[in-house]
């Protein structure tokens, strides 16, 4: 059996696609299914929640918001073997951020063995509209904006007349839901080369006011990195034997006591990221 394709989409979609098979004789060899949204919650998984808000444009038209779900920090099982302590369930329970008692009477507080949560990444999608306070509060602090410029800033008064966006509305949208990165996409062919104003000049418009903005292109990819704090164990003498003799139990120095230690701050989640090799690839 084949997959089913899910669509999201205002109210009157389902007619709509019903209308274009049946008069355009198209025979889709696929089920699909037609999912009418609100704004809310439109769909999620154990990875990931997708919202929808609402835009403005001269019919229906809906923003969708991508938020990964965070993820538990890394367990540094180098750190756990270095301080001794013995693989089994006890791990587990150093995963989940409980505290255990050693069989020496040493208590370990999981959360100082695991990396702070790995915030989940964000990005936002703006289908047809002219600038609006929905798509800023829509797209805050995501990793990623993409929206539309149909035109250039010369042309805003054409944007303002068919409710759709300039580059600098674009722009102004990034900046005002303070976003990492912009791609503009859905342009008017009017500003195909040759013109008097051309698709260079809608980038630059942008930039002036958004500098992390790019262009969107037939099969563009976009990689979005992840957010990895640094290992939380590595670095500190409260946990880590190498840096402190009292944390090995073979150590001469190692008194014999219960070691009690304070829960590590979490690091602050926009500063001293790690960006790794996984991405989230948007096409």
């Known amino acids: 059996?084949?997959?089913?394709?899910?669509?999201?989409?205002?109210?009157?979609?389902?007619?709509?696609?019903?209308?274009?098979?049946?008069?355009?004789?198209?025979?889709?060899?696929?089920?699909?299914?037609?999912?009418?949204?609100?704004?809310g919650i439109v769909y999620e998984d154990a990875e990931?929640?997708?919202?929808?808000?609402?835009?403005?444009?001269?019919?229906?038209?809906?923003?969708?918001?991508f938020t990964e779900k965070d993820r538990p920090g890394k367990f540094d099982l180098a750190q756990a073997q270095a301080l001794g302590i013995p693989s089994g369930p006890i791990y587990g329970k150093l995963k989940r951020g409980e505290t255990v008692t050693l069989e020496d009477g040493r208590k370990i507080n999981g959360t100082e063995l695991c990396?702070?949560?790995?915030?989940?990444?964000?990005?936002?999608?703006?289908?047809?509209?002219?600038?609006?306070?929905?798509?800023?509060?829509?797209?805050?602090e995501a990793d990623l904006l993409i929206h539309e410029a149909t035109f250039a800033h010369a042309d805003a008064q054409m944007a303002f007349d068919r409710l759709h966006s300039t580059s600098t509305m674009a722009a102004q949208v990034a900046q005002g839901a303070g976003v990492k990165e912009l791609i503009m996409t859905h342009f008017s062919p009017r500003y195909a080369p040759g013109n008097p104003i051309i698709l260079d000049d809608l980038l630059q418009e942008a930039r002036a006011i958004f500098p992390n903005t790019r262009l969107a292109y037939d099969f563009y990819t976009h990689a979005v990195p992840r957010r990895r704090e640094p290992d939380s164990a590595k670095n500190n003498p409260e946990l880590n034997p190498e840096l402190n003799p009292e944390l090995n139990p073979e150590s001469s120095q190692a008194p014999n006591k219960k070691i009690t230690r304070k829960r590590k701050p979490k690091l602050d989640s926009k500063s001293d990221l790690k960006l790794d090799k996984e991405e989230l690839n948007v096409t």
């Open 1 to 39: 059996m084949r997959r089913r394709s899910d669509i999201y989409g205002p109210e009157g979609l389902a007619p709509y696609l019903q209308a274009c098979t049946k008069y355009s004789y198209t025979r889709l060899n696929y089920p699909i299914k037609v999912h009418t949204v609100q704004p």
């Open 48 to 65: 990931f929640i997708v919202t929808c808000g609402s835009l403005k444009h001269r019919v229906p038209a809906y923003g969708y918001r």
């Open 115 to 140: 990396a702070p949560p790995e915030l989940g990444r964000k990005v936002v999608y703006c289908t047809d509209t002219v600038y609006c306070d929905g798509a800023v509060e829509l797209a805050q």
